[in-house]
């Protein structure tokens, strides 16, 4: 396999700001060795004492997808398919959750957004994006 082939590249929002909470994801391109480990720092600013974060991936023309939700209190939401390899902890007292993707694989190359608010929804009567 080409070198080039090992290396996925994982790009993360830089910064996403909603009624005054703030979410700041600093690193712009992340780097992995297919199988191996890679942390994708997220970390809010929100007077909310009981904070959801979420995180979402967004592949190549495709729309963003829900991963996984964490809060202070409990373990949290996966969605089916980020069962196995993605995992988050909130940590209230550096106000960060960062996603931990292990056992990296070509097909985990996508945009991925942290947010304090569920921004996509299900359903035929939703919308997909909250505006």
Same mark, same amino acid.
């Given at each position: ?21 703030? #979410? ?15 942390? #994708?720092?997220? @970390? ?21 997808? !829900? ?19 993605? @995992? ?24 991925? !957004? ?5 921004? #996509? ?11």
């Amino acid at each position: 396999m080409e070198s080039w082939l090992k290396n996925i590249l994982i790009l993360a929002a830089f910064c996403c700001e909603c009624r005054g909470d703030r #979410v700041l994801q600093t690193k712009g391109v992340e780097t992995a060795t297919e199988g191996g480990q890679i942390k #994708v720092a997220c @970390h809010y600013e929100t007077d909310d004492p009981n904070p959801y974060l979420f995180w979402y991936k967004q592949g190549e023309n495709d729309f963003p997808k !829900y991963m996984l939700m964490r809060f202070n209190f409990g373990t949290g939401d996966n969605a089916t398919e980020f069962k196995e390899r993605f @995992h988050a902890d909130l940590d209230a007292n550096s106000k960060s959750v960062p996603l931990m993707i292990q056992r990296v694989q070509l097909s985990d190359s996508a945009v991925y !957004y942290c947010a304090l608010r569920p921004t #996509v929804t299900t359903g035929d009567t939703t919308p997909l994006q909250k505006h």
